[in-house]
Nanobody, 122 residues
Framework: QVQLVESGGGLVQPGGSLRLSCTASGSIFSISGMGWYRQAPGKERELVALISRGGFTNHADSVKGRVTISRDNAKNTVILQIDSLKPEDTAVYSC????????????????WGQGTQVTVSS
């Protein structure tokens, strides 16, 4: 059993900041990539940012300059910091982890968190 638990969502005023955290727990042998997607009502799911185990990062153009993604490999945790929030950042944010559950597992499998609502409004 693997579980990803997110925290940090909520209501934020435009121009504010938010820090989302996601921790993976359970039967985990190793984790490669971790990251965050978001989905706004009526829109397709969008990759926000990702980070490799070694620290390579990438992010969507829509959040360029406003997002920082980091991870703590020892704690199986990925953190997304979003600054200068805009109403268009309103969405459900979901984290993922590509992981192996044992040394005998053939490949990495993507697991998802349950999602956390971020609402940017005055």
């Amino acid at each position: 059993q693997v579980q990803l638990v997110e925290s940090g969502g909520g209501l934020v005023q435009p121009g504010g900041s938010l820090r989302l955290s996601c921790t993976a727990s359970g039967s985990i042998f190793s984790i490669s990539g971790m990251g965050w997607y978001r989905q706004a009502p009526g829109k397709e799911r969008e990759l926000v940012a990702l980070i490799s185990r070694g620290g390579f990062t990438n992010h969507a153009d829509s959040v360029k300059g406003r997002v920082t993604i980091s991870r703590d490999n020892a704690k199986n945790t990925v953190i997304l910091q979003i600054d200068s929030l805009k109403p268009e950042d309103t969405a459900v944010y979901s984290c993922y982890a590509d992981l192996r559950t044992s040394s005998s597992a053939f490949d990495y499998v993507r697991y998802w968190g349950q999602g956390t609502q971020v609402t940017v409004s005055s």
